[in-house]
């Protein structure tokens, strides 16, 4: 048996409180809420960082900026670092630019990220995540642990090929609630995955990831998990905006459209799909004849290899 480790939880939503699950019975841990509400014992961070051995960023991406360039000073040198954020922050960017250049800048903190972690875990279900750092030393240490849990890890290299499937299947996610809705049939929600898919594929590769990477857990895993899961956020967004309704329509994926076209980070005439859900979440009229109109110019004009 290892010995415990020392684990500092930054949150505690959802994922905050899975972790705790997971890691209560094991290895010593504090919680850090930016907002605490509840009559919980939580942490300071200048209490617990320069204990912790590893720090599980269960916060949204809006908060990474701030939080790291607290804490970052306070770290050990060898304390690992790692993030289970999805999303862009305002400026366009995911977590990993700055949370990666504050921490190993300073504190020369080893850096990666968790995806794919269902947020019924806790409820002792089995999880599947990707872990992608470029050290595996780091690899190995997230295995010890949650290796007695039912969380199971898989490593990648290539952090850029799993960051930006993580956060755009959540725009995707939509297009099944849409789809669903209007009762458009099994055929159109498999055709959906892999008009997904290939466009992920591509995207990432745009981004400087790896082709092939969004067929694994964080590419293909989470996408089935989210967009054909009923108690999915953006499922249920999906279909809202098939109904034409237009209150409440808020979350990743409708903020992620946002940053991609505030801050051009993609050409997204080039991601016909992609193009036609932000029609939709812009606009949320006629939603059966826009997916007619795209179904016909996918097959008429096919995209190029």
Not at 115 to 133: D, E, H, I, T, V
Not at 135 to 164: K, P
Not at 274 to 279: A, N, R, S, T
Request: charged share 20%; hydrophobic share 35%; glycine share 6%.
């Amino acid at each position: 048996m290892t010995s415990p480790l020392h684990i500092l939880i930054l949150g505690h939503g959802e994922m905050g409180h899975a972790m705790e699950y997971l890691l209560k019975d094991r290895h010593t841990f504090a919680i850090w809420e930016q907002f605490p509400q509840r009559n919980y014992p939580y942490t300071t961070l200048e209490q617990s960082a320069p204990l912790a051995d590893i720090v599980l960023f269960c916060l949204p991406v809006n908060p990474h900026r701030e939080v790291t360039q607290r804490i970052a000073p306070l770290l050990k040198r060898n304390c690992l670092c790692v993030s289970i954020a999805k999303g862009l922050d305002e400026s366009g960017k995911p977590q990993r630019k700055f949370l990666r250049k504050t921490c190993l800048r300073i504190n020369r903190t080893r850096f990666c990220m968790v995806r794919r972690f269902p947020r019924k875990s806790a409820q002792a279900r089995y999880a599947f995540a990707q872990l992608g750092c470029g050290d595996l030393a780091a690899f190995h240490a997230m295995q010890v642990c949650f290796n007695h849990t039912r969380l199971y890890i898989e490593h990648t290299f290539d952090i850029a090929g799993i960051s930006w499937p993580v956060i755009l299947k959540n725009v995707y996610a939509m297009a099944f609630g849409m789809a669903d809705e209007l009762q458009l049939g099994d055929n159109v929600r498999g055709y959906l995955a892999t008009a997904a898919l290939q466009e992920l594929n591509q995207i990432a590769q745009v981004m400087g990831g790896q082709t092939g990477s969004p067929y694994r857990l964080a590419g293909l895993g989470d996408l089935i998990t989210t967009a054909t899961s009923e108690s999915s956020h953006h499922h249920e967004l999906g279909r809202k905006l098939a109904r034409e309704e237009t209150d409440g329509i808020s979350g990743e994926g409708p903020h992620t459209l946002k940053m991609i076209k505030q801050h051009r980070l993609l050409n997204t005439e080039n991601y016909r799909l992609f193009q036609l859900i932000g029609e939709i979440v812009q606009n949320p009229r006629n939603v059966r004849s826009k997916f007619d109109d795209y179904f016909k110019q996918a097959f008429q004009h096919p995209p190029q290899n």
